[in-house]
């Protein structure tokens, strides 16, 4: 048997090349997920350039899409739990690829939406499809990249956001400003439908390609599965994991460190509705109507974003710190939303500031994700993270109806963004002090 490495503390498998390991996993595994979280996002948010023409053909006003977001996040907290429950059960692929079909079907069925209830129900409705998918594909990084080498990975994840950020900005402008009354349907009833497809797809893709880890993957030699092996299973005895009689579920909830983080995740995620659902909103009301070119405007912003995501993820794991990076990227955040709140209307200075803003999102959220799965066990890993993701949601499902209230009342957005940039200030509190640095235990592998 071979003896433990005295640098990484894993078996010594000096035959196996580990960084050309970890690059052939990378190619084969991350692309696809890659894509998936694009599809995702672009579902998820795309409302935020239908809802120029849901004003115009339905009535639709800031206070009845800020609630129909929120009820999107109603039916993702009550559905988040259980479905990664299940992942444990019936494995990340098969759960991955149910998650993306159904919620491309319901992507596809608002374009018969015709008065508030049913848009309500289907925003609901499409939460409950895609509770669980981002929970599950970062479980699905645990079982494949170690915590040394996981950061890096999880911004080449995160760049599905950025890009389905300028990717769908592009091209829901472009639907909505070409295909409106082609075959009798709206220019935000074609939005649906088109985006619709792409995540339907993708499931029969994920059901062909993606295995539960290393163990499954044909493409992998005995010898490279073995170091995979050895470096997850050092990664567990870092985190001093024991056998333990209780569930996966009941070992996050026994943990105090999952409601911490879940409080930052309150944070993380106000500024999240922030950069995806309102950016449209902010730039239109600096003065863009046209909305082709909101589109190609809204596309500007996560373009910074993933250069920025990537440098701070690779430099997080390099340096294998995680409280400072989040909180930083954060407070950087609060500063460029607090600078929109008084900034006037100017386009430029809006356009700017909103790039800097997404840029601070997608690298504090890098990171912050990267931290659930350091230290909890490898069978709470996956509700551990769900947990924390849902409880980021119930301030993601209050931000939007409270935005789409203020700006109905006082006719502009800037008390919202105030008051959301005090909620993501007191998360890098709860992060500094609550999380201590060592809680994160990590060598490098």
Known sequence: ???????????????????????????????????????????????????????????????????????????????????????????????????????????????????????????????????????????????????????????????????????????????????????????????????????????????????????QAKWLTADQKAAVRADLDADLRDKGETKQKHSGLLLALRDPKVWILGLCACGAYTLANAVSYWTPRIIANAGVGNVLNLGFFSAIPPLLGIVVMLLVGRHSDRTLERRWHAATSWIVAVFAMLAISVSGGNVVVVILLLAVMAAAHYSGLTVFYSIPSIYLTDRAAATGIAVVTSMGSFAAAASPSLLGFIESSTGSLSLGLQISAGIILLAVVVLLVGVRPGDLRERRR
């Open 1 to 215: 048997m071979a003896e433990p490495s005295a640098v990484t503390g894993a078996p010594a498998t000096a035959a196996v090349d580990r960084k050309a390991t970890y690059r052939t996993i990378a190619r084969r595994v991350m692309p696809l997920l890659v894509l998936c979280y694009v599809a995702s996002y672009i579902d998820r948010t795309n409302i935020g350039i239908a809802q120029q023409g849901l004003k115009r053909d339905l009535g639709f006003g800031p206070a009845v899409y800020g609630l129909g977001v929120t009820l999107f996040f109603v039916g993702f907290i009550l559905f988040e739990v259980p479905s990664n429950a299940l992942l444990a059960r019936i494995g990340a692929r098969k759960t991955l690829a149910r998650i993306m079909a159904t919620w491309g079907v319901m992507t596809v069925v608002t374009l018969f939406v015709q008065n508030e209830i049913m848009f309500y129900a289907a925003r609901f409705l499409l939460g409950v499809a895609e509770a669980g998918f981002f929970p599950g594909a970062l479980y699905l990084l645990s079982l494949w990249f170690p915590s040394s080498r996981r950061t890096r990975m999880t911004a080449v994840f995160f760049i599905g956001i950025p890009v389905s950020g300028a990717l769908g900005s592009v091209m829901s402008g472009w639907i909505m400003h070409s295909l409106g009354g082609v075959g009798g349907l709206a220019d935000w009833q074609w939005l649906f439908l088109i985006e619709g497809i792409p995540p339907i797809l993708l499931a029969g893709l994920v059901l062909l390609f993606v295995t539960d880890g290393p163990e």
